[in-house]
């Protein structure tokens, strides 16, 4: 069965870095968009960054442009969210995950068919 596991969450204080990786199984991982999501405790599930299959399109929400990285490197099946100058705002359990259907960054959770238990990212004042 299809399986994500995200790790590297963890306690960081504001203005500092945090790596987060998906490891995938799914076997045709490179025709797969890869996103992570995330949600704070009360608060919807959010788009957060989002990769078309060959890495050749990034797409990112307006409030962590310039501060997240999303890669990803299909010889290992894998997936990244490069995290620099963390907010207390950015405190949330957050979630990788994959859609098969177009080859195209979308934001709706829905549009997303595999997701992964999450990784809670905490930050600090």
């Known amino acids: 069965q299809v399986q994500l596991v995200e790790s590297g969450g963890g306690l960081v204080q504001a203005g500092g870095s945090l790596r987060l990786s998906c490891a995938a199984s799914?076997?045709?991982?490179?025709?797969?968009?890869m996103g992570w999501f995330r949600q704070a405790l009360g608060k919807e599930r959010e788009f957060v960054a989002g990769?078309?299959?060959?890495?050749?399109?990034?797409s990112y929400r307006s409030a962590v442009k310039g501060r997240f990285t999303i890669s990803r490197d299909n010889a290992k099946n894998t997936v990244y969210l490069q995290m620099d100058n963390l907010k207390p705002e950015d405190t949330a359990v957050y979630y990788c995950?994959?859609?098969?259907?177009?080859?195209?960054?979308?934001?709706?959770?829905?549009?997303?068919?595999?997701w992964g238990q999450g990784t809670q990212v905490t930050v600090s004042s």
């Open positions: 995950a994959g859609k098969r259907r177009r080859d195209i960054v979308t934001i709706m959770p829905y549009d997303y068919e595999y």
């Open positions: 799914i076997g045709t991982f490179s025709t797969v968009v």
């Open positions: 990769i078309t299959s060959s890495g050749s399109r990034l």
